[in-house]
């Protein structure tokens, strides 16, 4: 009975650190079955995201710190989301306002909602790390990863060796997180992969109600592919990477429990 009741705890928290992921997704389901007299979808879409992350802060939900952080990714992810557009990786065929070299503004909140989750479970399961290999050799690996994003177009794609890298450099690395007093701890890079292949799975749903098209998406909705899931499991890396160094600066500056 014990196991039953940590089991909810565990999955109310992280229920309630989906909260914007949740909100992100469900915008885009609901505003493909809406007419939009006035407003274009996906700058309605944009207003819906930017009040959500309002209502979150001041009801207390988020907190100033964590929307810095969601602000730096949306910047991160709109980079990222320019370039490959351009590239004719996929595309956003439906006309907007707020779209920036073809690219909705509202798309980078789809990468700030993974630093969102990250912080959120983060703060609710009271998060720790053993064996972080330090900023160096975490920093410059974020770097290359993202990097190889932009690359692969131009130089051979070396995903499946920087793949390799982390498993090499996060090899002693262990998350520690607590519910209702009990400490559990998780090996970093099958969080990883477990996060990854769930945001494949949220990719699915995207792609299913028109957030964006692959190339071979246009004429009807395809599966996309199971390779995806290691760009994923990539880009997660670079989330937490972000995250944790913060994390670790924020807690060198307070004691622990004066984080705000």
Sequence with gaps: MKSVIQLLHFGYHQAMSCLFPVAIFGTLALSGMVDWPFI????????VLLAVQFLMYRSGLETLDEIKVICVFHLIGLALEIYKVKMGSWSYPEPGF???????????FMYASVASFMCQIWRRLRMDMTGWPGLPAAGLLGGAIYLNFFTHHFIPDFRWWLTG???????????????????YR???????????????????????FDAWKYPDQHQSWQLVGFSKISSWFLLVIISVIIVAQLKHVKAGMHPRGSEK
Excluded: C, Q
Excluded at 165 to 183: A, K, P, S
Excluded at 188 to 205: C, R, S
């Design 40 to 47: 274009h979808r996906y700058d309605a879409i944009l207003l």
């Design 98 to 108: 707020t779209k920036v070299f073809g690219v909705p503004l509202y798309s980078g």
């Design 165 to 183: 890298l982390v498993l090499i450099v996060f090899w002693r690395t262990w998350i520690l997180y607590r519910v209702r007093g009990v400490t």
């Design 186 to 208: 998780m090996p970093l890079t099958l969080a990883f992969a477990i996060v990854g292949f769930f945001i494949w799975l949220a990719e699915n749903i995207a792609t299913f």
